[in-house]
């Protein structure tokens, strides 16, 4: 029996806000899923950062 299809929900990446305009090396990326259909606007979480070592907001990119 073949499974059946997850629908809406895509997979998307996180990526850290705070990090790019420091300029230290190095990217902090997640990757979650989310549902198209209720959520179509970009996702943002805050979400640990290991070159930061602190707490940032991750936003999905493209």
């Known amino acids: 029996m073949a499974k059946k299809a997850k ?8 990526e850290c806000t705070e990090q790019k305009a420091s300029g230290v ?7 979650t899923t989310k549902n198209k259909k209720n959520n179509p606007e970009r996702l943002e979480r805050k979400k640990y950062n290991p070159f930061l070592k602190k707490v940032t907001v991750h936003r999905e990119i493209k």
């Open 7 to 14: 629908g809406n929900r895509v997979q998307v990446i996180l």
């Open 25 to 31: 090396p190095g990217m902090s990326r997640y990757i």
